[in-house]
């Protein structure tokens, strides 16, 4: 029963309470994957010459290998069995790459091979089908969804006409969080920060909502958990009713049908001021719903959710920033300095100031060194059986780069477990060439906005310096650096702090 009690162990820690029929399902797993045990192996096998594995066992494959946190499980492994690696982790083959020489034939020389999504029950039910711009398969759908979203949203010309919309809710924030100065009561920054950067990414794709985005943030950090949870059809595809059974199809469901009466309203509400307002300029939303795009509504709504995940992603990086920076007080004295000597005797901070802030930028590129948002980045399939470092690589299998390892390995950065932001003085760049800080990918499916996002990281991080100094509530002593479960990974514990007024 070793098998089993592994089994149980893991799928119970990725499940976080939801695994509530354990035993009944296990009985179907063990048997099911007996039977489809049983039928792969009468069936006829090339000799292949596959990466590196471990031992595994039956019907669960490796996944007995896994902790909760699979990038520390992996970098584990690959410190065991090399920077190129083959789990099976239930059916499904994994490619687990931790090296930036391997990384950079992945994602570049070796691009288009492994350009394409894998499909997981999570990204079809709350990607209508896989049909937003992070997940859609590889082609012509893609291109056109990445270069609308270009057009819409992230070019320079755009980034530079939403600099108004950005200091307001900046300014509002700060607003926000002033009278817990005189009352010296905590504020969870982590919620405010994702309300305010999901606010933002909408306000600038949507200039017609007047979203809460305290509602946003919730509802995206409940999709990214959902994202990160354990789903049988995911690894045992003919088990996907099981799913059912746990609880999982119904909470996905459920899920699916907010996400879907939300942006329907926000849909309808934009068409209608539109209609009202015909000199207004064409926002992302315009150009989605322009009928010569040959989009959807659910496509359409797909893609404006693609727009809130990444809010989270941004959210969860401000976060980790800010926390290393007040865990480092001689980080967090050098930063408040620099940016109270650029701003000087002016009553608020603008978006130029920014560029002369070369500390703060270290702090925000340190933070996503040891803390990218996805770990693994988005995993990455290849269609076609293909060679990788003269291992073979069959098809269909998924690729996640443990960007999380390559970014903490000691042979290839200096006291690689510390926060210094020093490391990046001069290096202002968020792909290196070298492939040894790449938080957000390269190649074709790389983050395409990443530079959107990380300014946004950056205005938001400065202005919390300039306005406020910070401290702990009660007793403690530091803030929990424990990493919390779900798509992008971001702190267990809320970031609560006391804000104290800075005098000008």
């Not at 020093?422 to 990918?441: A, L, V, W, Y």
């Amino acid at each position: 029963m070793v098998e089993l009690s592994y089994a149980q162990q893991w799928l119970e820690r990725q499940g976080e309470g939801w695994f509530y029929n354990f035993p009944l399902s296990l009985l179907f797993l063990l048997f099911f994957s007996v039977l489809s045990w049983l039928k792969f192996n009468k069936m006829p096998s090339t000799k292949l010459n596959l990466p590196p594995s471990p031992p595994k066992l039956p019907l669960i494959g490796h996944l007995h290998h896994l902790r909760p946190f699979l990038h520390r499980s992996c970098q584990d492994l690959s410190n065991k069995y090399g920077p190129i690696m083959l789990l099976h982790l239930g059916h499904a083959p994994f490619l687990i790459v931790s090296s930036p020489d391997t990384a950079k034939k992945v994602m570049m020389t070796q691009d288009s091979e492994f350009a394409d999504r894998p499909f997981t029950s999570a990204a079809k039910a709350i990607m209508r089908g896989y049909t937003n711009v992070n997940f859609a398969p590889y082609g012509e759908y893609w291109r056109q969804g990445k270069k609308l979203f270009g057009e819409g949203l992230l070019n320079v010309q755009r980034v530079q006409s939403f600099k108004h919309v950005r200091e307001e809710e900046v300014a509002l924030l700060m607003l926000k969080i002033s009278p817990s100065c005189s009352l010296q009561t905590p504020v969870n920054l982590g919620e405010m920060v994702r309300a305010f950067i999901s606010k933002l990414a909408f306000r600038c794709a949507v200039t017609t909502t007047t979203q809460d985005g305290h509602k946003l943030a919730k509802m995206y950090t409940e999709v990214g958990t959902l994202m990160g949870a354990f789903s049988f059809e995911d690894f045992y595809p003919s088990l996907g009713w099981m799913d059912v059974l746990t609880g999982y199809r119904g909470k996905l469901r459920k899920l699916c049908q907010e996400n879907d009466a939300f942006l329907d309203q926000l849909i309808e509400e934009h068409i209608s001021t539109s209609t009202h307002n015909s000199d207004k300029k064409k926002d992302l939303l315009d150009l989605l719903l322009q009928k010569e795009n040959n989009f959807t509504r659910e496509n359409v709504k797909s893609m404006l959710s693609d727009l809130l995940l990444g809010s989270d992603d941004a959210a969860t990086s401000l976060e980790w920033a800010f926390t290393e920076l007040f865990n480092k007080p001689s980080a967090m004295k050098k930063a408040q300095e620099e940016v109270r000597r650029v701003v000087g005797m002016k009553s608020k901070l603008d978006e130029e100031d920014i560029h002369q802030m070369g500390y703060v930028k270290c702090v925000v590129r340190e933070a996503l060194r040891l803390h990218p948002p996805g770990p693994t980045l988005v995993p990455r399939i290849n269609s076609k059986g293909t060679n990788v470092n003269g291992y073979d690589i069959p098809a269909n299998t998924t690729v996640l780069i443990n960007v999380w390892a390559i970014q903490r390995d000691p042979k290839l950065w200096n006291n690689a477990e510390e926060f210094i932001p020093e490391r990046f003085t001069n290096k202002m760049e968020i792909k290196s060439p070298d492939h040894t800080f790449i938080p957000f990918g390269t190649g074709k499916r790389s983050c395409p906005g990443s530079s959107f996002g990380l300014a946004i990281v950056e205005l938001c991080l400065a202005n919390l310096l300039f306005h406020f100094d910070w401290k702990l509530p009660g007793d403690l002593k530091e803030l929990d650096m424990t990493e919390g479960q779900g798509f992008a990974i971001s702190k267990r514990t809320p970031l609560q702090l006391i804000p104290i007024s800075h005098s000008t």
